[in-house]
């Protein structure tokens, strides 16, 4: 039986998308033979694309669904790092009080504070994020201040001027989000618009949370948007490289790890 750790599973996974969404459709043998894995693993890889959707499979072949690579994007994030992600999630519910006002970006990490953030209600929640929108919407409890602006596709989420100047007439208790990459002490985006909507939603905060799994420090984004410095907390994975804990412990006042 394979056994492979869990990075390497969501990097296969990504791979499996790539390859059905650029042929089309084809076959699950010849699916295996270019990813170099057995048939088995990759039937269990599409089983998890087709349950979120991105994929279809019938009678031995893989169809990509109806969406293009942009459109996936935010779907596929949400189902890399699965574990990681809960465990950091689990691990920011207690730093949030009932009756606050939380800010969210469209980090999928933070999809992972629901269901258990309902439990924290009475308690408001802003976010430019669809997706978060949507998950707020279904909890009765919570009371949901939406961030419009450019629409995003890729993202399932809004920014540029008019979503900048939407946070600007608010003031929440907590952000909290993720980031795509931590270098140099410095958290980085890669898309431009986005960047700046994630460092003004953190500045525009009383107390910033940061959630990053290890995948984080090893990426490198072009945008930056706010040193580690300017965090409030952070929350990590305990596995992370000890040198880029040890830079945590240095720049930030409060580490947790999980």
């Known amino acids: 039986m394979e056994q492979q750790p869990a990075t390497s599973r969501d990097v296969r996974i990504h791979d499996v998308l790539q390859v059905v969404t650029r042929e089309g459709t084809i076959a699950v043998k010849e699916l295996a033979d270019e990813l170099g894995v057995s048939s088995m693993t990759v039937y269990r890889d599409v089983a998890a694309l087709e349950t979120s959707g991105l994929i279809q499979r019938s009678h031995g072949r893989v169809t990509a669904a109806p969406f293009s690579m942009a459109e996936a994007s935010s779907l596929m994030r949400m189902g890399t790092e699965l574990d990681a992600k809960q465990r950091i999630a689990d691990a920011a519910l207690p730093l949030l009080a009932p009756g606050s006002t939380i800010a969210m970006d469209d980090s999928t990490t933070c999809r992972h504070l629901f269901p258990g953030l309902g439990e924290l209600a009475p308690l408001t929640v802003v976010t430019n994020a669809r997706f978060i929108a949507d998950a707020v919407r279904d909890s009765a409890e919570l009371e ?113 790890t999980v």
Request: proline letters at 4%; hydrophobic letters at 45%; one cysteine or more.
């Open 144 to 256: 949901l201040i939406t961030l419009g602006g450019s629409y995003l596709r890729w993202a399932d989420a809004y920014a540029g001027p008019m979503t900048e100047a939407m946070i600007d007439q608010v003031s929440p208790d907590v952000c909290i989000m993720s980031t795509t990459a931590v270098t140099g002490g410095v958290c980085s985006h890669p898309d431009e618009a986005m960047a700046a909507v994630k460092g003004r939603l953190m500045r525009a905060a009383r107390q910033r949370i940061l959630l990053v799994d290890r995948t984080k420090f090893s990426r490198n984004a072009l945008h930056r948007f706010l040193p580690l410095s300017e965090v409030d907390v952070v929350i990590t994975e305990k596995s992370l490289d000890p040198a880029h804990l040890a830079t945590l412990r240095d720049q930030v006042e409060r580490v947790i």
